[in-house]
């Protein structure tokens, strides 16, 4: 739809980076680096997945817990701007853009100036996690629902029963949730989660550096202190009850 954008040039593509590692993206990902002409990239994308747009005006627009980071409504209002100049511009996301990454924000704001866009889904941290351990995120007998959940929530937005969901399902991932391990585990526990509930955080997945602390519910604080500040997912479920981490991981870890 093109109701109301002047002047529009060109077609916005929300890219997922996937998990971290380049050689994860898809083909049509990489296919659109090579093409763009300006990217906005998050502050996580690897240098070599980057580095595939070569011709491109690179501009960071990341958001990191604890960082300066870039105003949604200018990141807005930047992809409709270079849409007017450019042909082809990537608005490069961590994992999928359609989970936790604002993504309906940027196609709303998108829409509404009549720009076009389309949306190239990645790998999401998830998977990436349950590929570095091993583990089916389901399982017959033991899981048949997953939760994707974040306690965090953004400045002026209401609270949400987050711990609702995340105990509703047999396995349950945890975004940006590291820094919250304490709360998480008081707040699961205070509502009838088990102490003993196998857990893990899994850390840089898919990169040199990934890292895979095992432990239980009432652990989680004590295990996040080991966590070194790289991006990192909190699994928790009795698929993780048994895992082991493979000895080419072990290989690559740093383990505190």
Known sequence: MRAGGTNVRGTVYLVGAGPGAP???????AELLKRADIVFHDALVHPETLALAAGAEKIAVGKRCGWHSTAQRFINKRLVDAARIHRVVVRLKGGDPMLFGRAQEEIDTLEAAGVSCEVVPGVTAALGAAALVRTSLTRRGLSRSITFVTPRAGSGEDAHDWARSALAADTCVLYMGVGEAEMIART????GASPDLPALIVENASLPGERVLPTRLADLAATAAAHSGGPALILLGQVFARVQVPAQTLERMHVA
Do not use: V
């Open 23 to 29: 050689d994860l993206l898809t083909l049509r990902a």
């Open 188 to 191: 699961l526990m205070g509502r």
